[in-house]
């Protein structure tokens, strides 16, 4: 079992970055897919953005152009990076591992907040 531990929330201005990180305790080379969620309050979690094993990625349509996902599988580590947020991407950020393409590992989450 995967244990994944995120990292780089914050406190943001609306148009200023972040980069979020999710470290994995074992080795994410074969796993087939890493994803990033969120959760908003009273809101139900939604997907946000995976890359598979061979380094596809997706995005929901709200972030797409402004967030990009990457692994390195030597650090068993997989990135967020968040341009141009806005108030509306503010939530706690989940990383979740799909081995055998179902989400079934998720980290503690991270506190992402976007407000002047």
Known sequence: ????????????????????????????????????????????????????????TGYVASVKGRFTISRDNAKNTVYLDMNSLKPEDTAVYYCGSAPGGVYRYWGQGTQVTVSS
Do not use: H, N, Y
Not at 21 to 29: N, Y
């Open 1 to 56: 079992q995967v244990q994944l531990v995120e990292s780089g929330g914050g406190l943001v201005q609306p148009g200023g970055s972040l980069r979020l990180s999710c470290a994995a305790s074992g080795s994410i080379s074969s796993i087939d897919a890493m994803g990033w969620f969120r959760q908003a309050p009273g809101k139900q979690r939604e997907w946000v953005a995976s890359i598979t094993r061979s380094g596809i």
